[in-house]
């Protein structure tokens, strides 16, 4: 089955704790991004990638980082820095010279 | 005020009713509109995109008065399976990106 998964669902983070969330694609897709989504809020960009090695800030990048070694996978950190990380994170992916975004399952981020 | 503006409901409409949410965008240069739909606790999945022209998929029909700067989406004959989140969206493409803008969405409830 071709599709974005991403790891895990929930996600704690203690107080000054970095934290990975995972998001894979099997979709061949060269473009990926990362979204934030707050209660009866739409989604806010972090960053996005549009090939491997190379990604850009979005909207509300501060407090996060992001890497791309591979088309697949396009992992997203939460640094302490961020001081407001609940919410609930989604990934995309969109195909070459294509426009619809394709969503992965989303992980919750709750803050201990 | 906001790129891309919605009611955010929520819309109560009986089973078997007509029911149609507006989209106001801000930027006049946008290109690509869709409506994405969203359940309780999930991913955004693609509903429809909006042409020039309108377009329909069954029940779901799709206007663009790019004059006006606004979409809407109608849907006839509501389902208790139509109860979700709609959300809007814009591509605003400024150089160099190409991200979608999301609404903050309409809530759309069924009622028996």
């Known amino acids: 089955d071709g599709g974005i998964t991403q790891s895990p669902k929930y996600l704690f983070r203690k107080e000054g704790q970095n934290v990975t969330l995972s998001c894979e694609q099997n979709?061949?897709?060269?473009?990926m991004y990362w979204y934030r989504q707050d209660p009866g809020q739409g989604l806010r960009l972090i960053y996005y990638?549009?090939?491997?090695?190379?990604?850009q800030k979005g909207d509300i990048a501060e407090g996060y980082s992001v890497s791309r070694e591979k088309k697949e996978s396009f992992p997203l950190t939460v640094t302490s820095a961020q001081k407001n990380p609940t919410a609930f994170y989604l990934c995309?992916?969109?195909?070459?010279?294509?426009?619809?975004?394709?969503f992965g399952p989303g992980t919750r981020l709750l803050v201990l | 005020r906001k790129e891309v503006e919605q009611d955010p409901g929520p819309f109560n409409v009986p089973e078997g009713a007509t029911v149609a949410f507006n989209c106001t965008y801000s930027?006049?240069?946008?290109?690509?509109f869709f409506w994405y739909r969203q359940d309780c606790r999930k991913e955004p999945k693609l509903l429809m995109s909006?042409?020039?022209s309108g377009n329909e998929d069954g029940r779901f029909t799709a206007q663009l008065n790019r004059a006006s700067q606004y979409i809407s989406l109608l849907i006839r004959d509501s389902k208790l399976s139509d109860s979700a989140t709609y959300l809007c969206?814009?591509?605003?493409?400024?150089?160099?990106?190409?991200?979608?803008?999301f609404g903050s969405g309409t809530r759309l409830q069924v009622q028996p």
């Open positions: 979709l061949n897709h060269d473009a």
């Open positions: 990638s549009q090939i491997v090695n190379d990604f």
């Open positions: 930027n006049s240069a946008s290109q690509s």
């Open positions: 995309a992916s969109t195909g070459r010279g294509q426009e619809t975004q394709y």
């Open positions: 909006v042409y020039s």
């Open positions: 969206v814009v591509n605003e493409t400024p150089p160099g990106r190409r991200a979608l803008t």
